[in-house]
C-alpha cells in the first residue's frame, strides 16, 4: 500500500509476556518514528531512526523497549516483560527526508493497539 | 514547561459552521514547523496542514487554515464549513531544528459535529 503499515493492529498481551510491533514505512522514506500515545493523550515520541542508524532513542521509557531497522526499511518495536503501564497505541512514523527540515511532513500508520493483562 | 498547549479538551460545533482550535507553543529555536493532524476513532494520524516559522503568510489546505499568531505564538486551526466526517481529535504538534526531526504534540482537542 502507500501508506505506513502496521502489524499487529491489536493485541493482547499477558503481563511478562514479550511483544513485537512491525512497521513498514512508506517506500524511500528515510526517517522512521516510533511514538506511543496512551488513551486520551497526544502521541510521545519514542525513537527516531534515519536509515538504518537510530539517531535518537530519548524517549525510550526503559531498558525493556528495543527498536531496530536493520536494512533502513521495516522496523520492528520490541518490549519485554511487558508490564501494565505499557498498555497503549504504539504508532509508527515516516519522513521523506533525514535530519532537520521543518516542512518534511510525517506521516503516520494506524497503530498497534496493546493491551497488557 | 509544556512546548505545546492545547487549552480546550473537547467541542461542539453545529454542522457547515466554523470552529477554531486554539494551540499555543514555546520555543527559543527560532527555527521550528507546525503542524496539525486530525486523529479519527480509527487511531490514524492525518496530516491536515503545516505552518514554518518564517513563513510570511498564514497556511491554507482546503477547508483548513492556520491562523499563525508567531509574536504570540499561537498556530490556532480554522476548519470552515464543518462536515459531520470532521468529529475527531485533534492534534497540534512542532518540529524544531534543534530537536531534529521529531515532533512534540499537544493534549489535543476533541471536536463533534452536531448535525
Known amino acids: 500500500g502507500a501508506g505506513v503499515s502496521q502489524s499487529p493492529r491489536y493485541k493482547v498481551a499477558k503481563r511478562g509476556q514479550d511483544v513485537a510491533l512491525r512497521c513498514d514505512p512508506i517506500?524511500?522514506?528515510?526517517?522512521l518514528f516510533w511514538y506511543q500515545q496512551a488513551l486520551g493523550q497526544g502521541p510521545e515520541f519514542l525513537t527516531y531512526?534515519?536509515?538504518?542508524?537510530?539517531?535518537?532513542k530519548s524517549g525510550l521509557p526503559s531498558d525493556r523497549f528495543f527498536a531496530e531497522r536493520p536494512e533502513g526499511s521495516v522496523s520492528t518495536l520490541k518490549i519485554q516483560r511487558t508490564q501494565q503501564e505499557d498498555s497503549a497505541v504504539y504508532l509508527c512514523?515516516?519522513?521523506?527526508?533525514?535530519?532537520?527540515?521543518?516542512?518534511?511532513?510525517?506521516?503516520f500508520g494506524e497503530g498497534s493497539w496493546l493491551t497488557v493483562v | 514547561a509544556q512546548k505545546i498547549t492545547q487549552t480546550q479538551p473537547g467541542m461542539f460545533v453545529q454542522e457547515k459552521e466554523a470552529v477554531t482550535l486554539d494551540c499555543t507553543y514555546d520555543?527559543?529555536?527560532?527555527?521550528?514547523?507546525l503542524f496539525w493532524y486530525k486523529q479519527p476513532s480509527s487511531g490514524e494520524m492525518i496530516f491536515l496542514i503545516y505552518?514554518?516559522?518564517?513563513?510570511?503568510q498564514n497556511a491554507t489546505e482546503g477547508r483548513y487554515s492556520l491562523n499563525f499568531q508567531k509574536a504570540r505564538k499561537s498556530a490556532n486551526l480554522v476548519i470552515s464549513a464543518s462536515q459531520l466526517g470532521d468529529s475527531a481529535m485533534y492534534f497540534c504538534?512542532?518540529?524544531?531544528?534543534?530537536?531534529?526531526?521529531?515532533?512534540?504534540f499537544g493534549g489535543g482537542t476533541r471536536v463533534l459535529v452536531k448535525p
Open positions: 517506500s524511500g522514506h528515510v526517517s
Open positions: 520555543t527559543s529555536d527560532p527555527s521550528y514547523g
Open positions: 505552518q514554518g516559522s518564517y513563513d510570511q
Open positions: 504538534a512542532m518540529r524544531e531544528a534543534e530537536a531534529g526531526n521529531k515532533l512534540t
Open positions: 512514523a515516516s519522513s521523506l527526508h533525514g535530519g532537520y527540515y521543518s516542512g518534511n511532513t510525517i506521516y
Open positions: 531512526f534515519q536509515n538504518e542508524a537510530q539517531l535518537d
